[in-house]
C-alpha cells in the first residue's frame, strides 16, 4: 500500500499568517493528490483536487502544490474559520490512503 | 444541490452484523462512483471501500476485506455497506462520499453527515 506522511501533525498560527502543510507519499503517485479540510463536529471537505485544482466555492487563499511524491497545501494568509484539521489522500491506487491529519490552531 | 444521507448506525454487539445506507439525491447518482470513510472517535480518516457507478467493480480497505460488503442499488439512487463480524476497532461515524472520476483525480467531492457505528457489548 502506497504510504501517506503528512506533517505537522499540529500548527498554531496568527491570523494573517501564511501556514503551509507538507505531505508525501512513498512512492511516485503522479498528482493524484486530494487535499480536505475538516472543522470540529462536520463532514470533511474537499479543498483541492489533483494536487493543484481549487474546489469551486473554495477561498482563493487556498492553493496546492506538488508532484510526484511531495506536496504542499498553502493558505496565503490565515483567517479565524480556516481552524480546522487538514487531511492530504492519495487516489492513485486503492487503498485510497489518508494523511494522519494536521491540527491547525489560531493563536 | 447534491445531498447525501446516511442512516442505520447504532450500537451493536461484537460479531453481530449491521447495514448502513446512503441515499442519494441532487445528482445522477448512477454515473458516479462512490466510497465509503470512516472516522474513529478522536482519530483520523480511513478510506473503507469504493464501488464504480454501474457497481462492476469494488475495493476494500485490507481492514474491512471479507467482513463488509458495498453494494448499490441505482434505481433506489442508494448505496449500502453490509458490515458482518462487527469488531470493537470498527467503532467510527462512516461517511458516504461521491468519487470525482478519473478527469480529476478520483477525489472525494462531496460527503454526507455520516452516521456512527459503535461496537460493544
Known amino acids: 500500500d502506497i504510504q501517506m506522511t503528512q506533517s505537522p501533525s499540529s500548527l498554531s498560527a496568527s491570523v494573517g499568517d501564511r501556514v503551509t502543510i507538507t505531505c508525501r507519499a512513498s512512492?511516485?503517485?503522479?498528482?493524484?493528490l486530494n487535499w480536505y479540510q475538516q472543522t470540529p463536529g462536520k463532514a470533511p471537505k474537499l479543498l483541492i483536487y489533483?494536487?493543484?485544482n481549487l474546489q469551486s466555492g473554495v477561498p482563493s487563499r487556498f492553493s496546492g502544490s506538488g508532484s510526484e511524491t511531495d506536496f504542499t497545501l498553502a493558505i496565503s494568509s490565515l483567517q479565524p474559520e480556516d481552524l480546522a484539521t487538514y487531511y492530504c489522500?492519495?487516489?492513485?491506487?486503492?487503498?485510497?490512503?489518508f494523511g494522519q491529519g494536521t491540527n491547525l490552531e489560531i493563536k | 444541490q447534491v445531498q447525501l444521507v446516511e442512516s442505520g448506525g447504532g450500537v451493536v454487539q461484537p460479531g453481530r452484523s449491521l447495514r448502513l445506507s446512503c441515499a442519494a439525491s441532487?445528482?445522477?447518482?448512477?454515473?458516479?462512483?462512490m466510497h465509503w470513510v470512516r472516522q474513529a472517535p478522536g482519530k483520523g480518516l480511513e478510506w473503507v471501500a469504493l464501488?464504480?457507478?454501474?457497481?462492476?467493480?469494488?475495493y476494500y480497505a485490507d481492514s474491512v476485506k471479507g467482513r463488509f460488503t458495498i453494494s448499490r442499488d441505482n434505481s433506489k439512487n442508494t448505496l449500502y455497506l453490509q458490515m458482518d463480524t462487527l469488531r470493537a476497532e470498527d467503532t467510527a461515524v462512516y461517511y458516504c462520499?461521491?468519487?470525482?472520476?478519473?478527469?480529476?483525480?478520483?477525489?472525494?467531492?462531496?460527503w454526507g453527515q455520516g452516521t456512527l457505528v459503535t461496537v460493544s457489548s
Open positions: 464501488i464504480w457507478y454501474d457497481g462492476s467493480n469494488k
Open positions: 489533483a494536487a493543484t
Open positions: 441532487g445528482f445522477t447518482f448512477s454515473t458516479y462512483g
Open positions: 462520499a461521491t468519487d470525482k472520476g478519473y478527469r480529476f483525480g478520483h477525489a472525494l467531492d462531496y
Open positions: 512512492l511516485n503517485i503522479s498528482t493524484y
Open positions: 489522500q492519495q487516489s492513485y491506487g486503492t487503498p485510497y490512503i
